[in-house]
């Protein structure tokens, strides 16, 4: 299905950019990390929080301050409505209320809240 071609999809791509860094800096052994994983999203609730998370990934990563502030992601779009064309709302965002402000404070409420078991994750793996 959908997921084994993702897959094939991925490993290409990373074989691929594998070979081109390797001649061009003279690496030898792995590259990446870990093998591509993907796996289905199957409830409303872990729709939102992986949302979430690759909303937060820039912040993690002292990219930018706010998720605001990092203009490649859909989270301007959620949280100010601009109606970009090319976004298409997930379900669960949709779910979160039946009025589009209300939606979009829930939403930038979740996105945004503080959590104390992240920050204390971060700073043991990447040290910020």
Known sequence: GAFKDLSSFMHGIQRGYH????KTYTLFGHLFQ???????????GYLLEC???IERNPVRANLVDGPEA???SSYQNYVR??????ITYSVAYLALSDSPEQRKQL???R????RPYEEIVDEALIGS
């Open 70 to 72: 990092w203009p490649y």
């Open 51 to 53: 949302g979430r998370y």
């Open 34 to 44: 870990g093998r591509f994983k993907s796996l289905p999203i199957e409830e409303e």
């Open 19 to 22: 070979h081109y860094y390797r």
């Open 107 to 109: 939403y930038r409420a």
């Open 81 to 86: 409505g601009f109606g970009v064309k090319w």
């Open 111 to 114: 996105v945004e809240q503080s």
